[in-house]
């Protein structure tokens, strides 16, 4: 019985690890991507309304929200 316990303990431990490993990467991931879009914006006149500043403003707006929703998605209804 206590064998089953510690099993399953670690079985937790190890799952929660691993979650917790993939939302650090997938954070590290948002940030590298919004640094390459901000240096885009960067690089263009600021009162530039050409297609590329429109399209790199774009990309950082998508970015920016794409954590929340991938928060939203992994996060059961009855906690929201």
Same mark, same amino acid.
């Given at each position: 019985?206590?064998?089953? !316990?510690?099993?399953?303990?670690?079985?937790?431990?190890?799952?929660?690890?691993?979650?917790? $490993?993939?939302?650090?990467?997938? $954070?590290?991931?948002?940030?590298?991507?919004?640094?390459?879009? !901000?240096?885009?914006? !960067?690089?263009?006149?600021?009162?530039?309304?050409?297609?590329?500043?429109?399209?790199?403003?774009?990309?950082?707006? $998508?970015?920016?929200?794409?954590?929340? $929703?991938?928060?939203?998605?992994?996060?059961?209804?009855?906690?929201?």
């Amino acid at each position: 019985m206590a064998l089953q !316990m510690t099993k399953a303990k670690i079985a937790a431990n190890v799952k929660k690890s691993y979650f917790e $490993l993939e939302q650090s990467r997938q $954070l590290s991931q948002t940030t590298q991507e919004m640094g390459s879009s !901000m240096a885009v914006l !960067m690089n263009v006149s600021t009162n530039s309304e050409s297609l590329e500043v429109k399209a790199a403003r774009a990309q950082v707006e $998508l970015r920016c929200f794409r954590p929340i $929703l991938r928060i939203v998605r992994h996060t059961p209804a009855w906690t929201l």
